[in-house]
């Protein structure tokens, strides 16, 4: 079992950057898929990047392309979201989750996740 803390969200003005992290308990961090969600209210959850355990596969939602960089430090236990050049539609709870498969992109197919962080951008 993995327990997972979430850090590093708050407001920001649209155009601003944030980097959210996310701690794991454990020494078989490196066993897990990881992934971040987001959810806005009024909304459904949407998977907003996943890395594979080695972290040489990874996946984005196209809404965050090339302004969102997910990465993992496999000494550190921790997972990270780097987010550019963020928008008012970026507005969320954003939560880390780990997978027992190698690499998923669904949050149905994970099954540990973190209590989340709220992440504001005003225009």
């Known amino acids: 079992q993995v327990q997972l803390v979430e850090s590093g969200g708050g407001l920001v003005q649209a155009g601003n950057s944030l980097t959210l992290s996310c701690a794991a308990s454990?020494?078989?961090?490196?066993?897990?898929?990881m992934g971040w969600f987001r959810q806005a209210p009024g909304k459904e959850r949407e998977s907003v990047a996943t890395?594979?355990?080695?972290?040489?596969?990874?996946y984005y939602a196209d809404s965050v392309k090339g302004r969102f960089t997910i990465s993992r430090d496999n000494v550190r236990n921790t997972v990270y979201l780097q987010m550019n050049r963020l928008k008012p539609e970026d507005t969320a709870v954003y939560y880390c989750?780990?997978?027992?498969?190698?690499?998923?992109?669904?949050?149905?197919?994970?099954?540990?996740w973190g209590r989340g962080t709220q992440v504001t951008v005003s225009s």
């Open positions: 890395i594979s355990r080695s972290g040489e596969n990874t």
């Open positions: 989750a780990a997978s027992t498969t190698q690499w998923a992109v669904s949050g149905t197919n994970y099954n540990y």
């Open positions: 454990g020494r078989t961090f490196r066993w897990y898929g």
